[in-house]
């Protein structure tokens, strides 16, 4: 039985300077490949491993390319992944 | 809806607020285009920060059916063909309410051909939102009012003889003053025009051609989602305002995207309550 798990930003794992910030919610990930396909930057690609379904989620192999257009985010059919602005790069915000 | 639904951590998906996430994930197959219409719907309600209270969203039966009970807002899931009737019942009792009907091709065009048909007419104000994926997915695919010439679906195991309709044009000719085609591929230009849709009043329609990887797309050999998909973007061509009649769609040539009706007319429930108030004063 399927649990919802808290979503887990993919990267970065560090204190870092990137602007955009890839939150994956892997086990409602079905595996679809909409968004490492038609990335227009090719930020992300498809995990070698699988969930609990038993789907390859995407990973975010090339963070630094990433320019925040959330195509991903709006073609994802199974709301598994959003983009979110690094409050970091935010400046003047908190 | 509720207070509870309205909290949302910064980790969690921004639409969430709009979705019953008690009902996620969703029963749509993997690629099925669905699910990207309705992330699309709530990146609209989000971005136009929607009063949900103002709202009701109804579907009829099918797969794209289901699409009412996932959202938190005032929904009904309404018999098979009726949604446009339920929506129009919503319209005229509580003028303030925009109904917002999504569902499937067979459902608002087969069973519920003349709803639509004579809600455009009247120009009553909703949004109507089709997912065609050209056959009847929920039953096992079989053929329909969209499927195309020559496809094959379980009722036509040997080719479909019947020419389809033109939704688009359909929508134009029956009186609709907003009408826009985009495929599951344009998901973010679909938000916009969902966007457009809802600060229109009137009878206004989208239609999406979408995958269904599962029933239509296999027996016609079109491969896997991801590959439908890639098929979109190869042949899609976007021609704002061209003529409805025109905008074919034919996967191994092309398929013609884009908004092609906004326009302005008196709409149904203001024309009621004007002709009722004429009426009470007696001229
Ligand atoms: C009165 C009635 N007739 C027939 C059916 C069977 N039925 C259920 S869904 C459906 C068609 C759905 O097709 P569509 O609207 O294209 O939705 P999809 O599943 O493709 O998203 C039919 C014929 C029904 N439920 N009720
Ligand atoms: S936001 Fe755009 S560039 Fe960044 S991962 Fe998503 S699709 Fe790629
Ligand atoms: S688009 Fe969504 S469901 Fe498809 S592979 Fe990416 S995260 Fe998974
Ligand atoms: S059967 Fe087809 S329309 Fe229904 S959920 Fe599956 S892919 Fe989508
Ligand atoms: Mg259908």
Redesign the pocket.
């Known amino acids: 039985m399927l649990t919802r798990q808290e979503r887990v930003p993919i990267l970065p794992e560090e204190e870092s300077e990137m602007k955009w910030r890839i939150v994956?919610n892997e086990d409602?990930?079905?595996?679809?490949?909409?968004?490492?396909t038609f990335c227009p930057r090719e930020v992300?690609e498809?995990s070698d491993k699988f969930n609990t379904k038993g789907?390859?989620?995407?990973v975010a192999t090339n963070i630094d390319r990433c320019v925040g257009c959330k195509l991903?985010e709006a073609?994802?059919?199974?709301f598994?992944?959003h983009v979110e602005e690094n409050a970091k790069s935010k400046k003047g915000e908190k | 809806m509720t207070e509870t639904s309205r909290i949302s951590t910064i980790e969690e998906h921004p639409i969430l607020e709009y979705i019953r996430r008690d009902r996620l994930p969703h029963i749509f197959c993997?690629?099925c285009g669905i699910g990207t219409v309705l992330q699309s719907f709530a990146t609209a309600l989000r971005s136009l920060n929607y009063d949900m209270d103002n709202m009701v969203i109804i579907s009829g039966i099918g797969c794209t059916g289901r699409a009412s009970g996932y959202f938190a807002a005032d929904s009904y899931h309404t018999t098979h063909g009726r949604a446009i009737a339920f929506a129009t019942g919503v319209k005229v009792a509580n003028p303030k309410l925009k109904p917002v009907v999504i569902s499937g091709d067979g459902d608002l065009f087969a069973i519920g051909g003349n709803h639509f048909i004579h809600a455009a007419r009247r120009n009553v104000d909703m949004l109507v939102l089709c997912v065609n994926n050209f056959n009847y997915g929920m039953t096992g695919g079989q053929m329909g009012p969209t499927t195309p010439v020559s496809a094959i679906t379980v009722t036509s195991p040997d080719g479909n003889i019947e020419h389809p309709f033109n939704l688009v044009s359909v929508a134009a000719a029956s009186g609709a003053v907003f009408v826009a085609r985009w495929t599951a591929l344009h998901a973010r230009r679909l938000t916009k025009s969902i966007e457009k849709a809802l600060q229109k009043k009137g009878f206004t329609f989208i239609e999406v051609v979408s995958p269904c990887p599962t029933l239509y797309d296999r027996y016609n050999r079109h491969g896997t989602g991801l590959e439908v998909m890639k098929k979109y973007r190869e042949i899609s061509v976007i021609r704002n305002f061209s003529d409805p009649m025109q905008a074919e769609i034919d996967y191994r040539t092309r398929i013609v995207c884009g908004e092609f009706v906004d326009s302005e007319k008196p709409e149904f429930s203001d024309l009621l309550e004007e002709h009722g108030k004429k009426l009470q004063k007696g001229d």
């Open positions: 994956v409602w990930c079905k595996g679809c490949g909409f968004c490492y992300l498809k789907y390859y989620p995407p991903c073609i994802c059919p199974d598994a992944i | 993997s690629a």
